[in-house]
């Protein structure tokens, strides 16, 4: 049984860094994509980035994001993470991360929440000061 945990979520000041954290456990992860989202209170759901667990762990983002978004693995840990630097107050979200049974092609558009059926809990993030 799939199961993703993530952690690492709350109150952050503007400017401000976190780590998030997301555990997988109950499957390989050797052909998942995994995937990054957040949603703030009444908005969609946002992906911010997915990464192919096999060969490279090539790591694609929404362009708009990247530059203060950076997800990584740990493939020893089966985790994956989301570093997000200087935080602002739009950033406050709860935050999701997502695997599917696939791969993400460059060149392709990011993976929409549609893509993936399998979910973490989320953990909340909070940008104020």
């Known amino acids: 049984q799939v199961q993703l945990v993530e952690s690492g979520g709350g109150l952050v000041q503007p400017g401000g860094s976190l780590r998030l954290s997301c555990d997988a456990s109950g499957f390989p992860l050797d052909g998942y994509v995994i995937g990054w989202f957040r949603q703030a209170p009444g908005k969609e759901r946002e992906a911010i980035s997915a990464?192919?667990?096999?060969?490279?762990?090539?790591?694609y983002y929404t362009p708009s994001l990247k530059h203060r978004f950076a997800m990584s693995r740990d493939i020893v840990k089966t985790a994956a993470y989301l570093d997000i630097i200087n935080l602002r107050p739009d950033d406050s979200a709860t935050y999701y991360c997502?695997?599917?049974?696939?791969?993400?092609?460059?060149?392709?558009?990011?993976?929409?929440?549609?893509?993936?059926?399998?979910w973490g809990q989320g953990t909340q993030v909070n940008v104020s000061s």
């Open positions: 997502a695997a599917q049974l696939g791969t993400v092609q460059t060149g392709s558009l990011l993976p929409g929440d549609w893509y993936y059926d399998n």
């Open positions: 990464l192919n667990w096999n060969n490279d762990g090539t790591i």
